[in-house]
């Protein structure tokens, strides 16, 4: 173990993890209902790659115990590979070695540094911990859950979807989701704050937590990275909550938004924006037979785009997408350096940007071509490339086509959840062994024209 480059121990973790927990979701005091190993296998693989996409009802499947096996799975896919990614993100593209992790000295991108890992691991799990209780206090208090009956499953039912909400998860105990809080708004705004601090990350929260620079006192002096989150986190969720309103005002003929009133509407639509930055709750129905396909588009455009380095989410980050609207707006003033809010950007950053990007794309291009092959063209195309999004962004949405699919196509998103979930960078860095830093062969240059 102490021989494999970090990108392969965090692939090699993520893939034991699952098999362990499809075993513990496949025993028989797990569930209460017959559940195959296939079906704990893509439930275990959904957990840990905190997508939220279910062949079973994890609520009337599972039993107590598998519940709480799925809310573990849950935990260590949203916090273990947030910490994975931010202790370690400095030693993805250097193939160094897990033994150096410690006693190199070196600091990676986090500005932690090595000697301060595991004060940065208590300071996660201490934030985590305390927002997935203090909204699981305040769920119980604003009514959610109140149709269960007993006291003890109420309160787990709260706990539950707290752990799910901040880790991004989706995976409710009821089978149409949240759509039960579509007229509680107190209880959406709660579930919408944990996902949104969920999907921030680690450097965002300290950065806010320091009394020195704290919002908006000291805007000036909070760093780029925090800049940039908060500032693009606002801009989307008001994209998704204004565009869902336009849409959905001129769909007559779909009926999730008509059969809501004027506030139902107006709440559920900033609801489904915030679930969209990979959360994957849903207050109202998804499909083309309940919204418009221009409201579909603009969800995959949230979902693509995804949640924050360093969060629970999954997605492209926020912060690949500024930089590379930041190198448009560069080239087409003519610009030499890529300038974002003040700041030059390495240009290093703009080409793995791109590169993300572009094979991000890619993969969800050949998912939605796998799926096709053999498929009985149940679902439009529109609902086979939202799905494959879903599914690579780690959010969870469904729009009913994932009880249509067969084998290989639950297969192909399983492996769309996890290469969605590991990043393929990282994954990339994980196959092929890096090449040297350093070379002395130098290529002529030539133009071409673009």
Known sequence: MSRLTVPQFTAFCGALVIVVG?????????????????????????????????????????????????????????????????????????????????????????????????????????????????????????????SETSLPRRLWFCLFHAASAYNNAGFSLWSDSLKGIAANLPAQLVVMGLIVSG?????????????????????????????????????????GWFGLLFYESFNSARVSFQDLSAAERFWGALFQSVSARTAGFQTIPLGLEHISGESLVLLMLLMFIGASPGGTGGGLKTSTMAILLAATASTLRRR???????????????????????????????????????????????????????????????????????????????????????GLLLLFSALVQPFPKTTLVRYPREQLTV
């Not at 949405?397 to 969605?420: A, H, N, P, S, T």
């Open 22 to 146: 499809s075993v513990l979701l496949w025993l028989p005091w797990s569930h209460g209902y017959p559940v195959s190993y296939w079906q704990a296998l893509f439930t275990a693989t959904s957990a840990v790659t905190v997508t939220g996409l279910s062949i079973i009802d994890p609520g009337h499947d599972l039993t107590g115990f598998g519940q709480l096996i799925l809310m573990v799975l849950i935990l260590i896919g949203g916090l273990g590979l947030m910490a994975i990614s931010i202790y370690l993100q400095g030693f993805v593209h250097q193939g160094a070695r897990l033994r150096r992790r410690v006693d190199s000295g070196e600091r990676i991108l986090d500005q932690f540094g090595v000697g301060g890992v595991g004060r940065t691991f208590w300071h996660i799990a201490r934030v985590a911990l305390g927002l997935t209780i203090a909204g699981a206090l305040l769920l119980f208090l604003l009514g959610f859950a109140a």
């Open 199 to 239: 999907g921030l990350g680690y450097r965002v929260h300290a950065e806010l937590r320091d009394g020195k620079n704290w919002f908006p006192l000291r805007w000036r002096r909070l760093d780029l990275q925090a800049k940039v989150v908060l500032l693009s986190s606002l801009l989307l969720i008001l994209v």
């Open 336 to 422: 030499e350096d890529v300038v974002l809010l003040s700041r030059t950007v390495d240009t290093k950053l703009v080409v793995q940007a791109t590169a993300l990007v572009v094979s991000s794309l890619l993969f969800i291009s050949a998912m939605v071509l796998l799926i096709a092959i053999g498929s009985n063209r149940e679902f439009t195309f529109l609902e086979s490339l939202f799905t494959c999004i879903s599914a690579f962004a780690t959010v969870g949405f469904d729009v009913g086509i994932l009880e249509k699919l067969d084998f290989r196509g639950q297969l192909v998103l399983m492996v769309g959840m996890f290469v969605g979930r590991l």
